[in-house]
């Protein structure tokens, strides 16, 4: 019985260091693509698979052997990061509920408890579980479970702190307080009955419209297939390498479960009738599960291409990469989020920003400064333009100044125009991609571009680096950031108000659908896209989010504050028109904030 348990944990031991080794080699391949390393994670799975049901079989054996329970956590973990992994390269949510339910089950278990104190390697194995489990978490948004790693996580680095003085647990503290200042920015956590950022049949498909969409076919339609997501600040939200801007936008681009198919808590495993006990060595997990908590009606969700804190080579290549692979009759989503250096504006966004209410001195400042910031890009629309107009202002993507290597120009998303692009720029120099309209080497692009400023009326909320960009804000949340904008607090609110406040959008949106399907006007770049659910979305809000702005601020100060798309838009859902305004004003009337805002007589 001696031999056959040595030969068993041998056996077991040569199948964790051949499973590791593969992992090793899959751990690092880049998230974007449609083809990286698809065969090395088949051989992957199939190891730890085969691992995974090796030490169900023999567990037995395994015990008296001494296997210890952390090391069925590791296990599990892994092929948690193996789950978590295919979700980043393919945005499939199967791959991300599989990833949630070994976490889950590695917590509820109990695998890493118990241990040790002074066994510092199995201290950290759990730093970093609790760490991921806490991004697969927030990306599901399972906001309960986030709340019970995080104390469960702000215990650990106490205890590594008392136990192990000589290590220092610096970095983990940072983990803590980014996550907790997550927390306190997603509106997620602070308001209960907030609506799914995703895109739900239930909220956002508008029974009035849905007619008029189903009849609607352009000249050209095109699927949208694939996305970047880039988003840079300094000092901005976020956790690990996701910061609140990409967070928003990566589920604004997914679909929400028509019903709640992510159960509250991992149901129980039986045998035989009997609730298995795990408070021994165990390793059973149902790997089936995730086939009831998904939902098999939805379409597949958009592939994302998330970038943290990319140069602007490695942008490029990224965005070579999925033009090339792109397929035919598909547009390319490229979401850019970051700080410009305009050749013309030394203050900041925030150090200038506020409400309707400017001194004199500041609005001189800023119109002398951005007179000709605005006209030039006018000028190019209309005109000719010069090789020097694509490489003058720019995204600044590098964390400290090293020179033109940080820089992301208008002129560097040219080439990428030969495929069909829908370009969100957020950035105080956003309007320098006005160039990029009537330059284009193949393929209008569609362009929504920010403000230079945000506009609050409390000067406290334009802080990028507390909140998140307001302009991403209103395309991802717009009734969360029409609140943020005007002050009203949301989480002091009543349900049956804030209910009410979506119902008034819904309505409005639902009608601008039919006049965008309706309009003889509307160009084809915005009409070959209008039947993709995600993208008809992000145009709805963006008429929402420019009405709001434009009535928000004084017309003098529009230019500075009104984000601008590139073709136009019909001049039926212009910020002037009737069926805009009276939407505008019926929301604010409803919250009490209708004082803030310049309604033209509606």
Known sequence: MAEEGDVVSKTFRALVERADRKFARVRDFPSYGRAQGQHYFQKVFKAYMRLWKYQQEHRTELVKAGLNRWEIGEIAGRIGQLYFGQYTRTSE???????????????????????????????????????????????????????VVVEKLKALVDDCNANFRETNFKEWKLVVQEIVRFMNADTTFTIASARPF???????????????????????????????????????????????????????????????????????TKENGVVVDYSGTSGLIDMKLVADMTDPTLPPNPRKAILYRPSVTHLIAVM???????????VIL???????????????????????????????????????????????INGKKGSSDYYDDYLWLGSKGNGGSSNLYPGDIIPFTRRPLFLVIDSDSSHAFKVLHGAERGEKAALLLSPF????????????????????FFL??????????????LSDSDIEVLNNAE???STAFSKWEVI???????????????????????????????AVLSTFCSSEESEQYVPVCLPQLPNSLSPKAEVVQSSVSQLANHLNVADGFHFDNT
């Open 320 to 330: 070579a990469t999925i033009c090339e692979e792109l397929p035919p009759e598909s």
């Open 334 to 380: 490229v979401y850019l989020s970051a700080s410009g250096k305009p050749r013309h504006i030394n203050a900041s966004p925030v150090e200038s920003s506020g409400g309707p209410k400017r001194t004199t001195k500041n609005k001189l400042t800023s119109h002398n400064s951005l007179e000709q910031n605005f006209s030039s890009p006018e000028s190019h």
């Open 453 to 472: 400023r945000p506009m609050f009326k409390d000067p406290f909320s334009a802080d990028i680096t507390q909140n998140g960009s307001q302009f991403t």
């Open 198 to 268: 995703r895109y739900s049949a239930i909220f956002d498909c508008h029974p009035n419209s849905v007619q008029d969409v189903a009849r609607f076919h352009a000249k050209k339609v095109l699927k949208f297939r694939d996305s970047i997501l880039m988003s840079y600040h300094r000092n901005e939200v976020k956790f690990a390498e996701l910061t609140l801007d990409a967070y928003r936008m990566l589920q604004c681009l997914e679909w929400e479960s028509s019903g709640s198919f992510y159960p509250k808590h991992l149901a129980e």
């Open 503 to 505: 119902n008034i959008l």
């Open 516 to 546: 965008l399907c309706k309009s003889p006007s509307l160009d084809l770049v915005w009409a070959q896209v209008l039947s993709d659910p995600f993208l008809r979305r992000l145009i709805i809000r963006f008429i929402f989010c420019r």
């Open 93 to 147: 949510a199967r791959f991300l509920v599989e990833s949630y339910v070994f976490y889950e089950a590695i917590l509820k278990r109990r695998y890493f408890e118990g241990c040790k104190v002074k066994d510092l390697g199995v201290r950290f194995k759990e730093l970093r579980f609790y760490a991921r489990f806490l991004l697969v978490s927030l990306i599901l948004n399972r906001t309960q479970t986030v709340k």
């Open 476 to 489: 991802t949340a717009p009734l969360q950031a029409f609140c943020q904008m005007t002050g009203f607090a």
